[in-house]
């Protein structure tokens, strides 16, 4: 079975969009591939999105935030999910572009960020099961 090919898109990368490709790859396992990228990238992981995740077990250390022009190359993908990224949205070679409305976690405390953290979960989760 070929592996199912995600690129998670928000506009730093450095939260949203890394915790869902961190999600893709446990939820998905062997059978997906996952991506993440910027529409303007910060050029880091948020350390609040690598202590979120090092609760779960995950390192986001080994993630780097990226702009969409290093992950062109990865193209076609199965899915592009977009998250809050406006106007600044790119336009991907894909099946199926997928818009979630999941608030910007970046200047939340600890328990929100947590609470946006696993509302991404069950979305991977759910979009997983939808391929």
């Not at 998670?8 to 939260?15: A, G, H, K």
């Not at 995950?58 to 809050?84: Q, R």
Request: hydrophobic share 40%.
């Amino acid at each position: 079975m070929q592996k199912k090919k995600l690129l998670f898109v928000c506009v730093e990368n450095s939260n949203r969009s890394q915790m869902s490709q961190a999600f893709a790859t446990i939820h998905g396992g062997d059978a997906v591939e996952a991506y993440s990228a910027g529409s303007k990238p910060s050029g880091i992981v948020n350390p609040k999105a690598i202590a979120a995740m090092k609760e779960l077990g995950y390192d986001l250390c080994i993630h780097e935030s990226k702009s969409l022009k290093e992950v062109e190359a990865f193209a076609p993908f199965d899915a592009v999910v977009t998250m809050g990224c406006g106007d600044a949205c790119p336009w991907m070679p894909a099946k199926r572009f997928i818009d979630w409305q999941i608030p910007d976690p970046k200047h939340m405390e600890p328990e929100a960020f947590n609470k946006v953290r696993d509302l991404i979960s069950e979305k991977v989760k759910a979009l997983i099961a939808s391929l």
